[in-house]
């Protein structure tokens, strides 16, 4: 089939190359100069089953939107998700929710360690996830979490602060810490690093990848239809990402076109994070999707002879701040905060305080600090927790998409599940619960 993929995040990316990989001819539409240049950017990168799964006070035994404390501007929009938010977290649809998510989280990370092998990938990774926390009464706040853990058969450990000095040895001794969990199932790795991966590997099984092309509009039917216009890399920074060389570099390589331009396929497959709705919207499908915007800073770590431990080994939480440290090969990536709708400045510099105190806390003088690169991002976060994914119920067109606070961990089961729907092939897991129908319940 000739399939046509709206947007080169890390979760387009892994469907392009899937697709193509099941020997499908693919182009993909990316208005952005290079792949991963939004929300799979600098995000902390960690994935697995624990991670995804909502158990603990940071990740809200009862919120399925992830490890998010909220943030909420009082606007009638941000309100109104809100309140489905709330409604999704209800007890009674919990236990099915978190299922689903973990069926998705333990199969994503099954396909990326498998195609890690069989590609051979080198990429920036470690296992295992270590959530810190800081008191007796944040561990008492957990334990009903740790019940969740056990029904639900994840792996965890309970660590006191030496276990989680063995785990962790690079951790200051004068930060008060009081026990720790460790996920030896859960992973940090490299976002916009596999991104890259997957494209060259997507690209050599003959993928097209269109840069600087905005998709306009979406025209349904058995050949659905596609009308793109390819925009100057100036006008495509208006999006909000990095304008470094990298992400100018697909313009020099193409010829442009003047206008819009319509394509016809035999499938096309939003991948478009926040850009989806506006595509969708005129087919009758109301995404209630919100942007939640959270923060990182990456800085390279300090070389020490005689300290190998020196900084993480992988990922950590720390709990009381909802915020994660991830290792990435030579670098430290510190990441949280979560703000649905207009945030103030204040919040924004309030965030970054945070995200510097908790690295402080826990690694002082690890990374080299000045050179540390400041990023926002944008979840493209669902109230009830979830990816859509699968048919629209809009002729040739089919999604995956709102992978909020997981969109690591989830890209590469997410990708492997629809490629077998498109393909008309039953997919590995249940995927009940993960298609737009639930919108509707
Ligand atoms: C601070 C922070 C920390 C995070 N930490 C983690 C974590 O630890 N683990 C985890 O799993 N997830 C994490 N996430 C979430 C994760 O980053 C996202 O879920 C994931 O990147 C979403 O991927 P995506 O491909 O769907 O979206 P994106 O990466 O945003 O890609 C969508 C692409 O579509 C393109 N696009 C949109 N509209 C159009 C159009 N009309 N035409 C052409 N192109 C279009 C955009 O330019 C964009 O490149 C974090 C996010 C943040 C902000």
């Not at 080299?368 to 048919?391: F, S």
Request: glycine share 12%; hydrophobic share 40%.
């Amino acid at each position: 089939m000739r399939i046509a993929v709206i947007g080169a995040g890390i979760v387009g990316v892994s469907t392009a190359y899937e697709l193509a990989a099941d020997g499908h001819e693919l182009t993909v539409f990316e208005r952005r100069g290079s792949v991963a240049a939004e929300a799979s950017f600098a995000n902390a990168g960690i994935g697995g089953p624990g991670y995804v799964t909502p158990w603990s006070p940071a990740r809200r035994t009862r919120d399925f939107v992830g490890s998010l404390r909220l943030r909420t501007a009082l606007e009638p929009a941000t309100l109104g998700w809100m309140g489905q938010r709330w409604r999704a977290g209800r007890v009674e649809r919990c236990a099915a929710t978190r299922a689903r998510m973990l069926r998705l989280a333990s199969f994503s990370r099954e396909r990326l360690h498998a195609l890690t092998r069989s590609l051979r990938l080198d990429w920036e990774h470690s296992d295992g996830c270590l959530v810190l926390l800081r008191t007796r009464r944040d561990a008492a706040a957990l334990r009903p979490g740790l019940d969740v853990l056990r029904e639900l058969g994840i792996a965890f450990d309970e660590l006191d602060a030496e276990g989680c000095l063995r785990v962790e040895p690079g951790l200051s001794r004068a930060t008060p810490l009081h026990a720790g969990i460790h996920l030896a199932g859960d992973e940090a790795g490299n976002c916009r690093q596999l991104a890259w991966l997957m494209r060259e590997h997507a690209q050599r099984l003959g993928a097209r990848f269109r840069f600087h092309t905005t998709v306009r509009a979406l025209h349904p039917g058995a050949q659905p239809g596609v009308t793109h216009e390819q925009l100057g890399a100036d006008e495509t920074m208006r999006f909000g990402g990095p304008g470094d060389a990298a992400s100018r570099e697909g313009l020099a390589t193409q010829p442009m076109a003047l206008g819009p331009v319509t394509d016809t396929f035999d499938a096309v497959v939003v991948c478009a994070a926040l850009g989806s709705p506006q595509l969708l919207a005129p087919h009758g499908l109301a995404l209630p999707l919100a942007a939640v915007r959270g923060f990182s800073i990456t800085a390279p770590l300090r070389h020490i002879e005689e300290h190998f431990d020196f900084g993480p080994r992988s990922a950590l939480i720390d709990d009381r701040h909802a915020v994660t440290i991830s290792r990435l090969g030579k670098r430290v990536r510190v990441a949280g905060g979560a703000q649905v709708g207009a945030g103030s400045a204040r919040d924004e510099t309030r965030a970054f305080a945070t995200l510097h105190k908790v690295l402080n806390d826990w690694f002082p003088g690890a990374v080299h600090i000045r050179q540390a690169q400041q990023w926002r991002g944008a979840r493209p976060t669902l109230p009830d927790g979830p990816p859509l994914l699968g048919a629209s119920g809009i002729d040739g067109v089919w999604l995956n998409l709102g992978h909020g606070t997981n969109g690591f961990a989830l890209a590469c089961g997410s990708a492997r599940v629809l490629a077998d729907q498109i393909g008309g092939r039953a997919p590995a897991i249940d995927v009940e619960g993960l298609g737009v129908s639930r919108l509707r319940d």
